[in-house]
């Protein structure tokens, strides 16, 4: 069945950085979309990038423009995001979530993973 | 980007309807029809629930329905059942080529 898995999370101290991945399994990868979404302690969904299917292009919401890279890598069926110079603010579970689609576009959101905890904290 | 602006909590009796409004701006709700909706039930992941505003992917009970007029979009569940109780989340893509997400409604069925 089409499962994702996300990895990485932990305690990481303002200023830092942290890798997150998302192992994807049951379905042809290297077609669809791929976005990342977190949720603060007891707050709403909140976007925060998307890849195109081939890594070509790629979407960041304001808030981590600048701060956070997405990137994938096709042969090992795996999605990352690169997080630099964390805040308090970014705190939060992460999830990983596939595209409904293969356009060039984010739009929806049809398979989601559990997620992993990133906390910024000194 | 602000977040699309939902009710923060709704409520119903077993087999009542309930709607879910998410008004955002001729920006994301207003200028396409790409408006989805997520059911997340305490703890858990966010399900997919609607698209394209009104479609329903495999799988969804068709006592969900989506619409649409002008800037904002609403969820309508018919027949509540004790399991319909969850967080909803509406969102759009944007103008920006990015996606928003409303603040997210509580349901509780009573």
């Known amino acids: 069945q089409v499962q994702l898995v996300e990895s990485g999370g932990g305690v990481v101290q303002p200023g830092g950085s942290l890798r997150l991945s998302c192992a994807a399994s049951?379905?042809?990868?290297?077609?669809?979309?791929m976005h990342w979404v977190r949720q603060a302690p007891g707050k709403g969904l909140e976007w925060v990038a998307f890849i195109r299917y081939d890594g070509s292009n790629k979407y960041y919401a304001d808030s981590v423009k600048g701060r956070f890279t997405i990137s994938r890598d096709n042969s090992k069926n795996t999605l990352y995001v690169q997080m630099n110079s964390l805040r308090p603010e970014d705190t939060a579970v992460y999830f990983c979530a596939k595209d409904l689609t293969n356009t060039w576009y984010p739009y929806y959101m049809d398979v989601w993973g559990k997620g992993t905890t990133v906390t910024v904290s000194s | 980007q602000s977040a699309l602006t939902q009710p923060p909590s709704v409520s119903g009796s077993p087999g009542q309807s309930v709607t879910i409004s998410c008004t955002g701006t001729s920006s994301d709700v207003g200028a396409y029809n790409r408006v989805s909706w997520y059911q997340q039930p305490p703890g858990t992941a966010p399900k997919f629930m609607i698209y394209d505003v009104t479609i329903r992917p495999s799988g969804v009970p068709d006592r969900f329905s989506g619409s649409k007029s002008g800037n904002t979009a609403s969820l309508t569940i018919a027949g509540l059942q004790a399991e319909d109780e969850a967080d909803y989340y509406c969102s759009s893509y944007t103008t920006s080529t990015t996606v928003v997400f409303g603040g997210g409604t509580k349901l509780t069925v009573l």
């Open positions: 049951g379905f042809t990868f290297s077609t669809y979309g």
